[in-house]
Structures are given as structure tokens and as C-alpha cells.
């Protein structure tokens, strides 16, 4: 837990110290107890659209092999891979119908198995996904459940009488849209499904559906997974007596009632599973992160488990719901996030949200903004997951019409719900034909940008959003008090400047963002941080014309961001 101290009205944070890991085993920590995970840079791949080693239009797993050059020139630690098991790919991957396999789509076993030891010889652990709250509806689990109401595996999944003839058991509804209960008029009972109706959930309160599970993870440990991604966790457990959900106003963008999701969401049983989880990744030296959507920081605590014994790495999702660049509402979240303890981990795009890229830029700075914003979440005490293609600055690319679109809840909520093909498209790694993903058809179109925004392009242009980012994680890297230092905020009541430091003994590491779009004069005052004027070097800025000198005001251009050292 980390001690909080309010310094001349500062926020100053001290440094977590961390749960020894269980059963004793020996572990590489530094004086503070950090693993390789506290500061290691993630990068998610969505391997559909990362690299097309066999040309066929859909990315692969020797596709990523071959780009692992370029990620750990880029500074990248680990690989999370969104899920490459064998599936219908109703929801591209995440349903599953075999959790010990790799979908023919992506490659085989032994291409995982290069993949993992080419990763080894590029300093780069692999990550993979684990989707433990359903199955695809064609896993042989299912199946067996599905074939009578005496099958074995019946109870594997939540299956239910309805309340009365084509009425199903309660008011619980899909976030992918309409009910959450399908009918099967075979057996004559529903089953239920959070997520598509391809995506039966299973039944986590049958201790078989646990230690099956367990075991799946057990069997990618031994191949040498060094941790998990646990996807839709807060779905897990189900009121055995299915209440219905209390209704909310209005209706959702399916038009379905909205409901306050408090009988089938959060239930607390999810902490006893993300203990066992734990447990058999400790077996393993392996970190969990989670899918973890929270409303506030009070609720993300939770996760990390009240004795530290849930998951090392939940994911604060939250900045990703901010709409706007705002220099007080990222310096009160990170105060909130700093002041609640644990190692945060922060993330400003994925495979289901807009893209970072379009949602905070203005249309007339973006690149600015993208280079501002990552100054901000990479500059920050805790693990950063990037998410492919944000480091070049890929925008959001929305299907045009109904009939292009392929996420199904995207077919089924068309137009107010687009889906989520626009943050998917693929990585953009030249200005050739289908930006260099494939020589086919892509399964995706390309986004516009790729002319201007690729790797080749970008690498040869010492200002573009690509350097940038290889330049934050080389000072992530080189910078003791970037990744151990406290964080101290400065200047609580400027409107358009968020400014911290980052302090570790005598050092310090000065970031200042101009989060306006018009220059702003910046005060710089280390006192309350430690320092009494200190000498500054300018370790890194974005402003088109560069700042050499830090006195005790800076001015700053719109949207930019200047990191500077103070000197002994
Ligand atoms: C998570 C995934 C999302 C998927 C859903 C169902 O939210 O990130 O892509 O559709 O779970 O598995």
C-alpha cells in the first residue's frame, strides 16, 4: 500500500511496496519489490490485423514474429495478444471452442512456440488472453450441455426454465443487444449469454468449470506464457436467484430498457476467482491483468485484492472515457489514482473504444495531441499498455455503411451503434498498397491515413509521432525517477497546464503538458517538490520549435508537452 501525504497542498505519493509473492519463491525485485511488469511497456496486438505473414488477408502469428524487431526497437516489454484460439470468430476470437489450441486462421502450436522463443531472444514476453466469463457456442463443452437436460456438462453452463411460454427467465439483457437468454427448443429451457448468443457464459459457481479453466491456464504457463489478460471479469458470476435488474430510464442503443446491471455484474464471488487465479499464476511467476471497467478508482482498488491477492495489473480504463483534453480532469484523476495506492495501469485505447488518436484530436493538431497525450500516460508512475498503431498515430476508420460493417453488434445497432471495425483496421507499416499488411484484400479496409501515418514513413521523419514515442520509452528506460520516482503535482489551479514531477532522492524528472489549444506561460517551481531552484535540462519536447531552456516560467505551445531534468 502506498502512503498519501498532503505536502503544501501537493499531492505526494511514496512509492508502493508490494504482497511478497506466495510460497516463497525467489523472485528478480529491485529495492522497491518491482517485478519485470511494473516496468515493462505492453502493447496490445489484435493479431487479425497486426501482420499477414501467408497473405490471405487476416493477420497471423509469424506475422507477429516478424515484427518483433521493430517492437523492441520501440521499446515494447510485452506482447498481449487478444485471443488466437481456434473460433467461429463470431466475435473475431473471443469465442473460444478450444482453450488449449490455435485457431488455423493465426498459425499452429509450433508457431506459437517460435513466437514465444523469438520473443525470448528479443527481450519480449508474450501475453496472451483469457476469456473465462463464455465459450463460443460450438465448444464441445456447449455442445455436450446443449444435448439434453441430463448431459454431465449440463450445469457447465447457466441453463433455465422460462417464466412462462416465449418468456425468458428475467430481464437481464445482452450488452451486445436484446435479451441475455436464448430459448433452445430442444431441450425446452434458455440459457444465458452477457455477450452474444455465440457466447454461452459458463457456470464458474461448478467447481469443474473452475479447475478446467485453471488448467487451461496452466497448460499456455508451461508453454511459456508469462501472464494473462483476463478479459470481461466483472461478468462472471450471476444472482443464483436471477432477480430481475431494477430498470433505469430510457432505452439502450438497441432499444432495449436500460437496467442497473446489479444482479449480474460485480457480484462479489468475482474476488474469490481472481484469488484461484492468482494462486496458479504465482505457481508460475505470472502477472494477470484485467479487463477491468470501473466508475471510479475505489472500485478499481478492489481488484487488486484486499491482501494484494487478486490481480497485479487491473486496467484503468477510465481516462478512456474522457472525452476531452482537459488539464483538471487528467491532473484530479491521476491525483484520485495516486492517491488510492497500487500500481496503476494506465490505457488510452483498445480493440473496443474509439481510438485515442480521433477521440482527443481536434482535427487541426492531432499529431500535436497524440504526441502531447503520450507524453502524459508514459511519463506516469505505472505500466502504460499501448495499444498497435497508436504509437504512428492510426486514426479511427468507421465503416461507411451497414453492409461493410463486420462486428456484429455494429450489423445489429447500425446507425447509432457503428461497432467496433474502426479501431481494428490494419497496422499501417508503409504507404504501399494496404498500407504493407498484406498483398490481398485486407479482411478490413486500411484507415486514410496511412499515406502520412506508417512505420516507414514515420521512422525516416525525426518529428513524427513515431519518434516521439521510441524517445518517451528510451527515457522510460533511462530515467530511474521515471519509473520509480514519486509523482508530485504542480500548479493544482492552472486551467490549461497539467505539470508534475516525478522524484526519486535528489532527482527530478519535470513533466509539463499544455493541454489548450492556444501558448501558454507555464510557473516553474520545484520548492514544494524538493527542490529549491534547480538547474533544468530539457530532456525531451514536442513544440515545433524546440525549447533549449527551462527558467522559472516556460512558455508553451498549444498542445504540447516538454520533459526537463534538474541538474546538480
Ligand atoms: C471484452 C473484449 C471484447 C469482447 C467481449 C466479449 O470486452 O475486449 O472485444 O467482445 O469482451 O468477450
Same mark, same amino acid.
Given at each position: 500500500?502506498?502512503k498519501?501525504?498532503?505536502v503544501?497542498?501537493?499531492?505526494?505519493?511514496?512509492?508502493?511496496?508490494f504482497?511478497?509473492?506466495?510460497?516463497?519463491?525467489?523472485k528478480?525485485?529491485?529495492?522497491?519489490h518491482?517485478?519485470?511488469?511494473?516496468?515493462?511497456?505492453?502493447y496490445?496486438?489484435y493479431?487479425?490485423?497486426?501482420?499477414?505473414?501467408?497473405?490471405?488477408?487476416?493477420?497471423?502469428?509469424?506475422?507477429?514474429?516478424s515484427?518483433?524487431?521493430?517492437?523492441?526497437h520501440?521499446?515494447?516489454?510485452?506482447?498481449?495478444?487478444t485471443?488466437?484460439?481456434?473460433s467461429?470468430?463470431?466475435?473475431f476470437?473471443?469465442?473460444?471452442?478450444d482453450?488449449?489450441?490455435?485457431?488455423?486462421?493465426?498459425?499452429?502450436?509450433a508457431?506459437?512456440?517460435?513466437?514465444?522463443a523469438?520473443?525470448k531472444?528479443?527481450?519480449?514476453?508474450?501475453?496472451?488472453?483469457?476469456v473465462?466469463?463464455h465459450?463460443?457456442d460450438?465448444?464441445?463443452?456447449?455442445?455436450?450441455?446443449?444435448?439434453?437436460?441430463?448431459?454431465p456438462k449440463?450445469?457447465?453452463?447457466?441453463w433455465?426454465?422460462?417464466?412462462?411460454?416465449?418468456?425468458p427467465?428475467n430481464?437481464?439483457?445482452?450488452?451486445f443487444g436484446?435479451?441475455?437468454?436464448k430459448?433452445?427448443?430442444?431441450?425446452?429451457q434458455?440459457?444465458?449469454?452477457?455477450?452474444?448468443?455465440?457466447?454461452p457464459?459458463?457456470?464458474?459457481?461448478?467447481?469443474e468449470?473452475v479447475?478446467?479453466?485453471?488448467?487451461?491456464?496452466?497448460?499456455w504457463?508451461?508453454r511459456?506464457?508469462?501472464?494473462?489478460?483476463?478479459?470481461?471479469v466483472?461478468?462472471?458470476?450471476?444472482?443464483p436467484?436471477l432477480?430481475?435488474?431494477?430498470?433505469?430510464?430510457?432505452?439502450?442503443?438497441?432499444?432495449f430498457?436500460?437496467?442497473?446491471?446489479?444482479?449480474?455484474?460485480?457480484?462479489?464471488e468475482?474476488?474469490?476467482?481472481?484469488?484461484?487465479?492468482?494462486?496458479?499464476?504465482?505457481?508460475y511467476?505470472?502477472?494477470?491483468?484485467?479487463?477491468?471497467?470501473?466508475?471510479?478508482v475505489?472500485?478499481?482498488?478492489?481488484?487488486?485484492?484486499?491482501?494484494n491477492d487478486e490481480l497485479?495489473?487491473?486496467?484503468?480504463?477510465?481516462?478512456?472515457e474522457?472525452?476531452?483534453?482537459?488539464?483538471?480532469?487528467?491532473r484530479?484523476?491521476?491525483?484520485?489514482?495516486?492517491?488510492?495506492g497500487?500500481?496503476?495501469v494506465?490505457?488510452?485505447?483498445?480493440?473496443d473504444?474509439?481510438?485515442?488518436?480521433t477521440r482527443? &484530436?481536434?482535427? +487541426?493538431?492531432n499529431?500535436?495531441?497524440?504526441?502531447?497525450?503520450? #507524453?502524459?500516460?508514459?511519463? =506516469?508512475? *505505472?505500466t502504460?499498455?499501448?495499444?498497435?498503431?497508436?504509437?504512428?498515430?492510426m486514426e479511427?476508420?468507421?465503416p461507411k455503411?451497414?453492409?461493410?460493417?463486420?462486428?456484429?453488434?455494429?450489423?445489429?445497432?447500425?446507425?447509432?451503434?457503428?461497432?467496433?471495425?474502426?479501431?481494428?483496421?490494419?497496422?499501417?507499416?508503409?504507404?504501399?498498397?494496404?498500407?504493407?499488411?498484406t498483398e490481398?484484400?485486407?479482411?478490413l479496409?486500411?484507415?486514410?491515413?496511412?499515406?502520412?501515418?506508417?512505420?516507414v514513413?514515420?521512422?525516416?521523419?525525426?518529428?513524427?509521432?513515431l519518434?516521439?514515442?521510441?524517445?518517451l520509452?528510451?527515457?522510460?528506460?533511462?530515467e530511474?525517477?521515471?519509473r520509480? &520516482?514519486?509523482? +508530485?503535482a504542480?500548479?493544482?489551479q492552472?486551467?490549461?497546464?497539467? #505539470?508534475?514531477?516525478?522524484? =526519486?532522492? *535528489?532527482?527530478?524528472?519535470?513533466?509539463?503538458?499544455?493541454?489548450?489549444?492556444?501558448?501558454?506561460?507555464?510557473?516553474?517551481d520545484?520548492?514544494?517538490?524538493g527542490f529549491?531552484q534547480p538547474?533544468?535540462?530539457?530532456?525531451l519536447?514536442?513544440?515545433?520549435?524546440?525549447?533549449t531552456?527551462?527558467?522559472?516560467?516556460?512558455?508553451?505551445?498549444?498542445?504540447s508537452?516538454?520533459?526537463?531534468?534538474?541538474?546538480?
Open positions: 500500500m502506498s498519501t501525504l498532503i503544501a497542498g501537493l499531492l505526494v505519493t511514496s512509492m508502493s511496496t504482497t511478497p509473492i506466495a510460497r516463497g519463491q525467489v528478480p525485485t529491485d529495492v522497491a518491482h517485478e519485470w511488469w511494473h516496468h515493462a511497456v505492453f496490445e496486438v493479431p487479425r490485423s497486426f501482420a499477414d505473414s501467408n497473405n490471405d488477408g487476416v493477420g497471423d502469428l509469424n506475422g507477429i514474429t515484427k518483433l524487431g521493430y517492437l523492441q520501440l521499446g515494447v516489454k510485452a506482447l498481449w495478444i485471443p488466437c484460439f481456434p467461429p470468430q463470431v466475435d476470437g473471443y469465442d473460444v471452442s482453450y488449449e489450441s490455435i485457431d488455423p486462421m493465426y498459425g499452429t502450436l508457431d506459437f512456440d517460435r513466437l514465444v523469438q520473443s531472444a528479443h527481450d519480449i514476453k508474450i501475453i496472451l488472453d483469457f473465462p466469463n465459450t463460443s460450438q465448444h464441445k463443452w456447449f455442445l455436450e450441455s446443449k444435448s439434453s437436460r441430463t448431459s449440463r450445469d457447465w453452463y447457466i433455465r426454465d422460462g417464466k412462462g411460454p416465449n418468456q427467465p430481464n437481464w439483457t445482452s450488452t436484446g435479451s441475455a437468454w430459448y433452445d427448443p430442444a431441450t425446452g434458455y440459457y444465458y449469454h452477457y455477450f452474444y448468443a455465440e457466447q457464459d459458463l457456470n464458474w459457481r461448478n467447481p468449470v479447475k478446467a479453466m485453471l488448467d487451461a491456464m496452466r497448460f504457463y508451461k511459456g506464457v508469462a501472464g494473462f489478460r483476463l478479459d470481461a466483472d461478468t462472471l458470476y450471476e444472482d436467484n432477480k430481475d435488474n431494477p430498470l433505469l430510464p430510457g432505452t439502450d442503443k438497441f432499444g430498457p436500460n437496467t442497473n446491471e446489479i444482479y449480474n455484474k460485480k457480484l462479489p468475482v474476488h474469490d476467482i481472481m484469488r484461484a487465479m492468482r494462486k496458479v499464476a504465482d505457481e511467476g505470472a502477472v494477470l491483468i484485467g479487463e477491468t471497467w470501473t466508475q471510479n475505489a472500485q478499481l482498488r478492489e481488484y487488486y485484492g484486499a491482501r497485479q495489473m487491473p486496467m484503468d480504463l477510465m481516462m478512456t474522457f472525452k476531452q483534453v482537459s488539464a483538471p480532469a487528467f484530479d484523476h491521476i491525483g484520485a489514482v495516486e492517491g488510492a497500487g500500481w496503476p494506465f490505457v488510452i485505447s483498445n480493440h473504444i474509439v481510438r485515442s488518436y482527443w &484530436g481536434d482535427g +487541426v493538431h499529431d500535436d495531441i497524440a504526441k502531447l497525450m503520450a #507524453a502524459m500516460y508514459l511519463m =506516469l508512475r *505505472g502504460p499498455i499501448m495499444y498497435y498503431g497508436e504509437e504512428i498515430g479511427n476508420s468507421d455503411s451497414k453492409d461493410d460493417v463486420r462486428d456484429p453488434i455494429g450489423r445489429r445497432g447500425w446507425p447509432l451503434e457503428k461497432g467496433r471495425d474502426g479501431e481494428r483496421t490494419p497496422m499501417q507499416w508503409s504507404d504501399a498498397k494496404n498500407a504493407g499488411f490481398v484484400t485486407p479482411w479496409p486500411v484507415a486514410p491515413n496511412y499515406r502520412t501515418h506508417n512505420v514513413t514515420e521512422t525516416a521523419d525525426p518529428q513524427s509521432i519518434n516521439f514515442y521510441r524517445r520509452l528510451d527515457l522510460r528506460r533511462d530511474p525517477a521515471l520509480e &520516482g514519486q509523482y +508530485v504542480l500548479n493544482p492552472d486551467p490549461n497546464v497539467f #505539470a508534475f514531477v516525478r522524484r =526519486l532522492k *535528489g532527482e527530478g524528472v519535470l513533466v509539463a503538458l499544455n493541454m489548450s489549444g492556444s501558448s501558454q506561460t507555464v510557473k516553474v520545484l520548492k514544494a517538490a529549491s538547474k533544468m535540462r530539457v530532456l519536447t514536442s513544440s515545433h520549435t524546440p525549447i531552456k527551462v527558467s522559472t516560467e516556460i512558455e508553451m505551445e498549444p498542445y508537452a516538454l520533459i526537463a531534468k534538474t541538474v546538480k
